[in-house]
């Protein structure tokens, strides 16, 4: 597709979805609808992309690469409208232009090749990807003559009694010779049911100047699903699910029950890396080999080491080192670094800290604005007072320290090397290297006090 650009419409609100966002800004898997048709165009291997925004022009903006070319449809007045306002991205360009919709997002790049190819090879003027469906109902019916050539695209709203019962339709995705394309449009009228300037209506254009129109018909009606509704969105949660799923375990992924598991388009997970049920994967969140991650956790943007375990807990943001067992229900918050050999246990929370490598917090710890060093052990129930209401502090404890349980660090505070916290204490100052620190009241024992007081 070196010679091919790629046109996306993304202008339209889309009424059914009754939202205030967007339609193709709703996020399917984790990722915007628009996204995927973007990724889609890039994988069959575009020469560029343009997109056309309307509605919410600043926020579909916003979330597109600055290589990606932008014009804007003002007034939604017509699919053929639509693509003229970006007439500078093909008018001078003499390769074949492929416009897509930008609510379909399962359209696989090797349809999207081989609608190229055949509209290359047989060198028409346009070619239309279409489909059979059982129900065509609401889609452009494809008009053939006796020789299967095709004539034209009819719209619902404006076929005929013999012409509704056509089976195949229009997917809305085009490949055409972008000289023609761009001769046709100054052509298109609004002269039809709906008043609006149908793209379909340059098929007749482009036949008029002598060149031939194809189609392309996919098997697959995934292929050019188009999400228009919250239960159609739904529908293709699902089916991308299956297709995220399915794509990783055949990379050597265990995934124990895919119906229970949601992992996003973008995450990886090496070979023999477990996903036990329940469990939720998303953004970046990377996965090592031979982890084990779940029942029922849920890691965004984590980079998970290898021989991880990782149990009925939560890590935003984060990342953990080979070896390290986590959980059961832990949390580890955005910024934390936990090193090899550790153990997170459980109710475990740690915020924007480090830990590292065969330290351990085995139970009922909060370690915020940390930094642990190698060895350590946090006593059941230390906290790290990190927080005086109005600022935050660092507590450092170095390589080796122990905590005995019960321990309040006050930060700012340091635990040198080696040093020693006997349970209970609230801890102020720096306790120096390999020293002990008591910081509690002693035990006073009132010999027989209640007696007395009987
Ligand atoms: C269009 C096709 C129809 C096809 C169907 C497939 C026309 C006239 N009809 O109909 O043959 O079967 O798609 O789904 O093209 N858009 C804009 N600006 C506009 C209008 C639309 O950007 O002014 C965008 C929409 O955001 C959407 C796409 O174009 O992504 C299709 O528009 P839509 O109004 O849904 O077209 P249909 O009536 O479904
Ligand atoms: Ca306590």
């Known amino acids: 597709m070196k010679n091919t650009k790629v046109l996306i419409l993304a202008a339209g609100q889309g009424t059914r979805m009754r939202s205030k966002r967007a ?63 970006a007439l500078p991205f093909f008018e001078n360009f003499s390769g074949s232009l492929m416009v897509l919709v930008g609510d379909a997002p399962f359209t696989r790049r090797e349809t999207l090749r081989a609608m190229l190819e055949t509209h290359e090879k047989n060198g028409y003027g346009v070619t239309v990807l279409t489909a059979e469906f059982k129900d065509p109902f609401g889609y452009g019916r494809m008009i053939k003559n006796a020789a299967g050539e095709l004539l034209a695209i009819i719209e619902e709203k404006d076929a005929d009694a013999t012409q509704k019962l056509v089976k195949e339709i229009n997917s809305g995705m085009y490949c055409f010779d ?22 379909t209506d340059v098929i007749e254009i482009i036949r008029k100047t002598g060149l031939k129109a194809g189609t392309y018909v ?64 998303e953004g970046q969140t990377v996965i090592g080999q031979d982890s084990v991650i779940g029942p029922y956790s849920r890691l965004k943007d984590a980079v998970i080491g290898e021989r991880v375990t990782i149990e009925n807990s939560t890590v935003l943001e984060s990342s953990v080192g080979h070896d390290t067992k986590v959980g059961p229900y832990a949390y580890i918050r955005p910024g934390s670094v936990i090193g090899q050999g550790c153990k997170v246990g459980d109710f475990v929370e740690v ?11 085995s139970h009922l710890t909060y370690i915020g604005d940390g930094d642990v060093g190698q060895g350590v052990n946090l006593g059941c129930g230390t906290v790290f007072v990190n927080y005086d209401g109005k600022n935050k502090y660092r507590t450092v404890v170095e390589d080796q320290a122990f905590v005995g349980c019960n321990t309040n660090l006050i930060a ?40 007395k007081k009987k």
Do not use: F, W
Request: proline share 4%; aromatic share 4%; charged share 20%.
């Open 412 to 451: 700012p505070v340091t635990v040198k090397k080696g040093a020693y916290i006997a349970a209970g204490s609230t801890i102020t100052d720096e306790v120096p290297e390999d020293s002990l620190a008591i910081a509690r009241c002693r035990q006073v024992n009132k010999e027989g006090y209640l007696k």
């Open 178 to 199: 972008a000289q023609a394309l761009a001769a046709a449009l100054k052509e298109v009228n609004t002269d039809n049911a709906a008043g609006e300037y149908y793209l």
């Open 218 to 281: 996919t098997d697959d009606p995934d292929d050019i699903a188009a999400i228009n509704s919250k239960q159609q969105l739904a529908q293709a949660e699902t089916l991308m699910r299956g297709r995220i799923n399915a794509a990783l375990m055949d990379e050597g992924a265990i995934i124990t029950d895919p119906a229970t598991t949601y992992i996003g388009p973008d995450v990886k997970i090496a070979a023999d890396a477990e996903i036990l049920p329940g469990t939720i994967l």
């Open 351 to 361: 915020k924007n800290s480090n830990m590292g490598d065969h330290s351990k917090a």
């Open 23 to 85: 339609k193709v800004l709703h996020p399917l898997c984790g990722k915007k609808i628009l996204d995927y048709v973007i990724d889609n165009a890039e994988a069959a291997g575009a020469a560029e992309i343009g997109v056309i925004v309307g509605y919410q022009a600043e926020q579909v903006q916003a979330s597109l690469t600055p290589e990606i070319k932008i014009y804007r449809q003002q007034e939604q007045l017509g699919t053929a409208h639509a693509v003229m306002m």
